[in-house]
């Protein structure tokens, strides 16, 4: 049973064919090299990757909620580093869409949705993760420029981008009263980012980024002084959404990599998929991704509908990316020693899966701010 539109399954087999013709067949190369194919995006931008969330006024497609779910499925059904590359490229033109001043949005919204540069998101600090509000990278104003000075840690591709949001405090004493949103442009304002080198989603760079006395003008703060988070909130649903659908994906390819294999691959004389054993792996992976998708789906129309979608997208955050833990785990396992050998795709699935409980919020997160929502009692501190 499908909970797809017919319009939305129309989405869903143009992207999947594209992804299929044109990325799939450089997953692996990329993989092994930990590079990334760059120059596929801006054919990928054509059907609202990237410009889909962004209103048509403002040079996006105004696409649904529930039809960047299904891109993100694709992305993630194909290849964990394309999902977690676009999720970034969606968020940072959604957000400047949503909060920034005409002068911003014509300025960066352009080259960001043609794909001719590329964005990074900064809020995670060495000693800020989880309690993002406690972030030390401070701002001060001087003239018509805002000093930035700190640094952080496991940005999705800053090495490849030019453009980033930063987040940082104007006065450490108002908490998070304190943060502020900033568009950096590297043309005028200058930092250093280094490379971590990191076990998932190895198409992406995760970087440390450095701020030492970088100067950013003042007509770059992002939306108010102070309320940073606030601007960030508005991003943080569509980023749980992104990755609970990129998930889905990741268990859908889980599932179609083991049904392969079992049906193809003979021991004690007939196929895997004869034996009950190996029939309760492939219908627990089945089972997993249904149940995900659909909560991933939910969590889209609720916020189609107007709704809030809080507990939705965090509660799809949480299931989502623990299901494709357990279900690139089975789909390993199905494998035997064949998946956990590099040529093999789920063995890249098992990582790409790992990444899924941790960024937008790790699963111990959003369970404690669903609690919050349910019992009206924060366990968070
Ligand atoms: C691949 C990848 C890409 C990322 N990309 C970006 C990016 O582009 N931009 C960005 O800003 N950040 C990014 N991050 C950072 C990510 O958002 C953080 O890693 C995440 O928020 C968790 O923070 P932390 O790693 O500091 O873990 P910590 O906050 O130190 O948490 C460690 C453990 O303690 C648990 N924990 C923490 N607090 C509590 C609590 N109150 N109760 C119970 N358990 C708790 C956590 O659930 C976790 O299990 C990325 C991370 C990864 C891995």
């Given at each position: 049973m499908t909970v797809l539109t017919d319009e939305e399954l129309d989405l869903q087999s143009a992207v999947r064919d594209i992804l299929t013709k044109k990325v799939a067949p450089l997953v692996a190369e990329h993989e092994r090299n930990r590079t990334f194919p760059w120059e596929v995006l801006p054919a990928l931008h054509e059907f609202g990757y990237v410009r889909g969330l962004v209103a048509s006024e403002d040079g996006?497609?105004?696409?649904?909620f529930s039809q960047l779910a299904i891109l993100m499925e694709e992305a993630g059904r194909c290849w964990g580093s394309l999902r977690t590359t676009l999720n970034i490229l969606t968020i940072v033109p959604y957000l400047i869409s949503q909060v920034g001043s005409p002068e911003q949005k014509a300025r960066f919204l352009p080259p960001l949705l043609s794909g001719a540069r590329r964005a990074w998101f900064a809020m995670t600090e060495p000693d800020a993760g989880?309690?993002?509000?406690?972030?030390?990278t401070t701002a001060r104003l001087e003239g018509d420029h805002y000093v930035i000075s700190g640094s952080k840690i496991y940005i999705t591709n800053a090495s490849h981008a030019d453009i980033g949001i930063v987040m940082a405090t104007v006065d450490r004493s108002a908490g998070a009263k304190g943060i502020t949103a900033f568009i950096v442009d590297r043309t005028e304002s200058d930092y250093q980012v280094n490379d971590i080198p990191h076990m998932p989603v190895r198409g992406t760079s995760s970087c440390e980024l450095v701020f030492a006395e970088m100067r950013v003008p003042k007509e770059n703060v992002l939306g108010e002084v102070g309320r940073g988070l606030s601007a960030a909130m508005k991003a943080i649903n569509v980023g749980r959404l992104n990755m609970s659908m990129g998930a889905v994906g990741l268990s859908q390819a889980a599932l179609e990599e083991s049904i392969t294999f079992v049906t193809t691959r003979e021991q004690f004389g007939k196929p895997l998929a004869g034996f009950q054993l190996v029939q309760e792996m492939v219908v627990e992976i089945a089972t997993l991704t249904q149940t995900s998708r659909l909560l991933g789906m939910n969590a889209a129309r609720a916020l189609d509908s107007g709704e809030p979608g809080r507990m939705e997208c965090s509660m799809a955050k949480y299931y989502c990316g623990e299901s494709a833990n357990k279900a690139a785990s089975l789909a390993l396992q199905v494998h035997g020693g064949a998946g956990l050998?590099?040529?093999?795709p789920v063995e890249r699935i098992f990582r790409d899966a790992?990444?899924?409980?941790?960024?937008?919020?790790?699963s111990q997160i959003q369970i404690l701010q669903m609690g919050r929502d349910l019992l009206g009692v924060s366990a968070l501190r």
């Open positions: 996006g497609d105004g696409m649904s989880s309690d993002a509000a406690s972030l030390r050998m590099e040529e093999s790992r990444e899924a409980t941790i960024p937008e919020g790790t």
